[in-house]
Nanobody, 116 residues
């Protein structure tokens, strides 16, 4: 069974870079034709799709976050990562990684707070 687990700091200062990693087990991130996503949910608000890295390494980002977002992967560790630059308190949210294709799988989510 595929499992995803987010990891990273729970507190980031304003203007700094938020970095999270999703470790995948039970399946390879290079398997066709899966796509691996980052999604977030601020408290009391809906889900916001941030971006995706596909099995072939191609990436796509939300237009509203594209200028600040980068998604990469380490195939040797079966991980993919999110970097969000120049964060503000509005970036405080629960961050999820997820897989689409052949059934959806989500991590449990990790709370990130942006505060000085």
């Amino acid at each position: 069974q595929v499992q995803l687990q987010e990891s990273g700091p729970g507190l980031v200062k304003p203007s700094q870079t938020l970095s999270l990693t999703c470790t995948v087990s039970g399946g390879s991130i290079t398997t066709s034709y899966y796509a691996w996503h980052w999604i977030r949910q601020p408290s009391g608000k809906g889900l916001e799709w941030m971006g995706v890295i596909r099995y072939d390494g191609s990436t796509y980002y939300s237009p509203s976050l594209k200028s600040r977002t980068s998604i990469s992967r380490d195939t040797s560790k079966n991980q993919f990562s999110l970097q969000l630059n120049s964060v503000t308190p509005d970036d405080t949210a629960v961050y999820y990684c997820a897989r689409s294709g052949g059934g959806g799988y989500w991590g449990q989510g990790t709370q990130v707070c942006v505060s000085s």
